[in-house]
């Protein structure tokens, strides 16, 4: 018989974590396959870590990974991936906006059809801030204009995966993660899914605006290089403004003499090439960061306890 993981990062989720169990075992008859629940407990500080440790006495499919500190969503996707041992593997959000009545069709299809993997994406974001799902559809076209890599607009973590996949993208063990590229990144048959927003089943969101901004930069340069040659073309196209309005300036002050006029509009060029400058630089730093970040070698995540 088959055995399929679902790996679930949990940061501060005691309200979800027994709905979430619960409602995924109402599907289990239909999948015709032995189930291994896989948490991650993100340094949480309420007590997800000892419903996860009730659970796992309950029921010894349920094991789970308790971090020595919030290492983010990410680092909590791989550790859940390494700790997986099924034929298969399912990332999911335990809040159940990654609704398991899909499980029983995603299994089939890869079981059964010629793909390795089943990835969904939300058909609307109803339900969502009006502000958040603009900035977010700028960010999937953004993205897919400036990297090779595909990122699908509404598409979510929420993946049923072959074991070869799942392998392929724990040997990446890159420091800086952005796991929507990670998964287009590796290859392998993907088939789409698409569904309506559903909202959580309990408790708050914890991702912020502000923290949705800084993710979507991670992804922006993990996965693509074009600011780096964006801030090329802006010097270029500055350093020729910059001689033709050098040689304006001496051609006047030849003819008309008077080289005291003039002098706010050369502050404000001297302010506009400045702030470019700084733009520039800010994103070359950028990426100098990740590239000195990468080279630490640091541990993606520290386990303080495991079952």
Not at 11 to 31: A, G, H, P, W
Not at 41 to 53: A, E, N
Not at 171 to 183: A, H, L, M, T
Request: proline share 3%.
């Amino acid at each position: 018989m088959d055995k399929i993981s679902l790996v679930v990062p949990c940061y501060n989720e005691e309200e979800t974590i027994r709905i979430f169990y619960n409602e995924v075992l109402k599907y289990e008859s239909q999948l015709d396959a032995e189930l291994e629940f896989c948490f991650v407990d993100d340094g949480s500080h309420d007590h997800t870590l000892d419903i996860l440790k009730a659970l796992h006495e309950e029921d010894e499919r349920v094991h789970y990974v308790s971090f020595s500190r919030n290492f983010g969503k990410e680092a909590g996707l791989y550790a859940g991936l390494e700790l997986a041992t099924g034929d298969y593997v399912v990332t999911m959000d335990v809040d159940l906006q990654d609704p398991p009545h899909l499980l029983p069709e995603m299994y089939n299809i890869v079981k059964n059809e010629d793909y390795d993997c089943v990835a969904t994406k939300r058909s609307t974001r109803k339900g969502e801030p009006p502000i958040r799902s603009f900035f977010a559809r700028m960010f999937y076209k953004l993205i897919n204009k400036m990297s090779s890599t595909e990122i699908v607009d509404g598409a979510r973590d929420y993946r049923f995966m072959s074991r070869q996949m799942v392998d392929a993208i724990i040997k990446d063990q890159e420091y800086n993660r952005f796991s929507k590229g990670i998964f287009s990144w590796v290859g392998f048959k993907t088939k789409w899914l698409a569904y309506e927003n559903v909202e959580r089943s309990a408790g708050n969101t914890k991702w912020s605006f502000f923290s949705l901004f800084k993710y979507s930069i991670e992804g922006i340069l993990a996965y693509s290089v074009v600011p780096l040659f964006i801030s090329s073309i802006l010097g270029l196209i500055f350093f020729v403004i910059s001689v033709i309005a050098l040689f304006g300036i001496v051609i006047r002050a030849l003819l008309f003499g008077d080289p005291v006029s003039g002098w706010p509009s050369m502050v404000s060029i001297m302010l506009l090439l400045g702030s470019m400058i700084l733009l520039c630089l800010g994103i070359v730093g950028l990426y100098i960061s990740k590239i000195y970040l990468e080279t630490k070698k640091r541990q993606i995540y520290i386990v303080k306890e495991k079952a």
